[in-house]
Nanobody, 122 residues
Framework: QVQLVESGGGLVQAGGSLRLSCAAS????????MAWYRQVPGKQRGLVAS???????NYADSVKGRFTISRDYTKKAMHLQMNSLKPEDAAVYYC????????????????WGQGTQITVSS
């Protein structure tokens, strides 16, 4: 089984910074794309940022210039540095991994983390 665990959420004042981390565990050989999504009650989960296996990032327009996504390939981890946080950034943030291959040539598919809450006070 593959497990994704997020950490780093919490309460921050508007204008402040937080750093989210996502650690993947299991018999993982490789992961193609990793991404951060966020969701607020009553709305669909939306993409915040993604990063491919070659390190190419992609950002939602709303976070460009403020958030930076990165990966630690040796640890199968991903991070999201969030600066200049706004009240509208408050949400549950989820980590996702796509195109996961396990050792032994087994294709696992995708996996989601359980989510971590970000609260931004104005």
């Amino acid at each position: 089984q593959v497990q994704l665990v997020e950490s780093g959420g919490g309460l921050v004042q508007a204008g402040g910074s937080l750093r989210l981390s996502c650690a993947a565990s299991g018999s993982i050989f490789s992961i193609n794309t990793m991404a951060w999504y966020r969701q607020v009650p009553g709305k669909q989960r939306g993409l915040v940022a993604s990063i491919t296996s070659d390190g190419t990032p992609n950002y939602a327009d709303s976070v460009k210039g403020r958030f930076t996504i990165s990966r630690d390939y040796t640890k199968k981890a991903m991070h999201l540095q969030m600066n200049s946080l706004k009240p509208e950034d408050a949400a549950v943030y989820y980590c996702k991994a796509d195109d996961i291959w396990l050792y032994g040539g087994i294709y696992y598919g995708s996996s989601w983390g359980q989510g971590t809450q970000i609260t931004v006070s104005s």
